[in-house]
Structure formats: C-alpha cells, structure tokens
C-alpha cells in the first residue's frame, strides 16, 4: 500500500455505524492495485447526528466519492446536489460519486443483489418472493426486483419508523412496475408462514444477525423454511448468520451477502473510475474464498 500511495493519490470512503467489520475496503484496494489506479479506499464510522458535518468535509477534502451503509443510506440524500432515478425510487442512496464538486447519489444494492442471483443460476423472474426488511438495502432489493420483472413480493416489516417507507415502497412498486407488492406485519407470523410457504425465495435484508444483533434471525420457527426454498442475508459478517445456520439445518440453498456486496461494489467502483472491476480477481482472493461463486453448505460463512 505505501508503495501506491503518491501525493496525487485520491480518497474514495466508506461511512456506516459499525463498520470495522467491513470487507469493502480490502475488495477496492485489491482491485485499484491490480488495476495500477492512484486511489485509496477507507472506512469512517459515521452516525446520523455526524453526517451533515461529514459530508461539508469530505466534500471540502474532494473525495472522488464513498459507499454508505446503515444507518446513513435514507438521510444521505438531503446533503447531496443530485440523485440518480434509481435512488429516487428507492429514496436511499448507497453511492456517492464527486464530479468537480457536484456530489450525485446513487444506489446499487438492489443491482448488486440480482445480479449475484444470476451468477449462480438462480431465476426469481415472474415468481414470488419475501423479503423481510423496509430500510434502504430492503427497498432496493424489492425495487429491483419489481423492475427486473419479479411477479410478487411479500414484504415484513415490525411497526416500526421503517413501516411507513414500507408503506411507501409498496405503493412506488404497484404502481410504477407490474409487480404486485403487500406489506405485512413482522409480528404476524402465521402470515410470515403463509406468504414464505407461497415464496420461491426468502430474503433477510436488515441488520439481525451481525452485531450488535448478532445470534438473532428474524425468523424464530426453523419448519418455515422447507428444503427447496433459496435463502438470503444481506448479513455477511459473521459469514454465517443465525438465518443462514437455520436455512442449512432446513436443508435449502442459501447465500450470504458477500455476493451482494462484491456486484454492489462492483458498480460502484466502475462509477468512480470508468473502469470495470476485476470481479474474477478478486472472487480468486482469500478474503472472498469461494462464498461469492456457490450458495450451498459448503461456501456458507
């Protein structure tokens, strides 16, 4: 890394509370060294009170851009001068990019998810899905689903400040996509029964399951997961979650969420610097082993 590093060397960040167990920055610095590019990729732990101040500094500092994850990813937006169409849908933003002091958000988690799907020949196309979740990952993840041509999505969510942005997320897919969505009750589990036993896949996409939630799963009762349902987590630390241990004991297919991350990452990382990452490089790397390229047992974190 030294060895990179010049005096024309550009930051590029990562803003999330917590972060620290974050793969991100070992994944773009593999990649921006592999390629020859002057940058540099960090982490910063940032909360929704520090934020504004964070954004006047990194903006001062002319960051080429930064990633942000919970709990920045909805508030974001207001600090910004523009949002791509896909974060306006999703009214949350994952991606950051600089150009001459215009800062323009982005999101690529929902990209990021399908497309991690589709490496591993799994079609969710015209089928329906449930997905627990209303935050920012969630609603990009059923956004692009809808857009993708998912038939229908069963949405959880306890009643909490995120309920009405499900609410919302509801009402930008019925009406805007031909899929249908509905959004339940977390709480109601008996529909959470039904609507998963209705579902090809069955989709974690909050924070249970890594600290400081960590040995906790959204779902409770392991006879709600049969052995021909695909399972994800948007969780990737710890590799595998307390979902994902249920899903394996249940006997289905399951994914982690170093998959989604490496596509997310890899939009991200083609919009700050025109170029493509090196995906099958960094798959080849110990730090991703072979968990982005299986979604089974034996890859399971």
Known sequence: MTERITGHTELIGLIATPIRHSLSP???NEAFAKLGLDYVYLAFEVN??????VIKGFRALKLRGWNVSMPNKRLIGNYLDKLTPAAQLVGAVNTVVNDHGVLTGDITDGTGYMRNLKENGVDIIGKKITIVGA???????CVQAALDGVREISIFNRKDEFYENGKRTVEKINSKTS??????????????RTEIADSVLFGNATGVGMKPLEGQSVIKDPSMLRPDLIVTDVVYSPRQSKLLQIAEAQGCRFFNGLGMMLWQGARAFEIWTGKQMPVDYIRSLPFLADDTKKGSASSAR
């Open 135 to 141: 935050g920012g990952a969630a609603t990009a993840i």
């Open 48 to 53: 929704n009170q520090e934020l504004p101040d």
């Open 26 to 28: 070992t994944m773009h």
């Open 179 to 192: 899929c249908r969505a509905t959004l339940f009750d977390l709480n109601d589990t008996e529909r959470l």
